[in-house]
């Protein structure tokens, strides 16, 4: 899939939603279903192609993951609903400054069902030139991008090595049910490291996968976003390459 994918594309890039989506998928890891809406009639054909209770919220790198904007807006519930959260999110993108003057494309929004709400995680893996992959965990949003709240391991992972990537965040008790928190289903995000972990480690043309968010709850865990950017190298890594 990964050498097709580099015949149709030599100098790599980024996968396609499709394509990330079956390579995820090759590793038991199974995606949210979302579709990309470019104009609200799209919108709204998504919405009822789901049966409504969806979410509209906007994918672009410079609106997703902020938890200032209201770039998601969450169960809506028939066409009314729609047309208003879409007109709230192309004035939202306005004030950005996004170019919004073709609709609302700019921000990348896309339709996807509601999941329950949870505790939103980011998992992500990169190629590094002397380690090979390197897999990170983090909560989605501030925790990670500017506390610096992550953990690191280098596949393959042990038991032990997922779980302790759970334990040492300073945010794992909102994970374990502590401090009024419900708790979530830690075996299933450790199960997803090692998911994550394996692909990384069998593919050294995989130079950056991030899974975002990924929702956990007390009964299971949810997969809502994935970018996969892949790079010409060779089936085989250095065998010195992970050499301490």
Wanted: charged share 25%.
């Amino acid at each position: 899939m990964v050498n097709q994918a580099l015949a149709r594309n030599p100098l790599g890039g980024r996968l396609s939603d499709d394509d990330a989506a079956a390579l995820l998928a090759a590793y038991g890891i199974e995606l949210v279903r979302q579709r990309r809406v470019d104009a609200l009639d799209e919108a709204l054909a998504a919405g009822e192609a789901y049966g409504w209770n969806v979410v509209l919220k906007a994918t672009d790198e410079r609106v997703r993951g902020r938890p200032d904007l209201a770039s998601v807006f969450r169960s809506l519930d028939g066409p009314d609903a729609m047309r208003r959260a879409w007109l709230d999110l192309t004035v939202l993108a306005g004030e950005l400054g996004l170019e919004t003057e073709k609709g609302l494309a700019a921000a990348a929004p896309v339709v996807q069902p509601m999941v329950p709400a949870g505790v939103p995680l980011r998992i992500a893996t990169h190629e590094d030139i002397a380690f090979g992959p390197i897999v990170e965990l983090g909560l989605a949003g501030i925790a990670s991008d500017l506390l610096g709240d992550q953990a690191f391991r280098v596949p393959p992972l042990t038991t032990v090595d997922a779980a302790a990537m759970v334990r040492d965040l300073r945010a794992a008790p909102t994970l374990f049910g502590q401090h009024g928190a419900p708790g979530v289903d830690v075996a299933r995000v450790e199960e997803l490291l090692h998911r994550v972990s394996q692909l990384a480690d069998e593919l050294p043309q995989l130079s950056w996968l991030l899974l975002t968010p990924c929702i956990a709850t007390r009964n299971g865990l949810s997969v809502l976003g994935a970018r996969i950017e892949i790079a010409p190298t060779g089936d085989q890594r250095d065998p010195l390459a992970r050499t301490l």
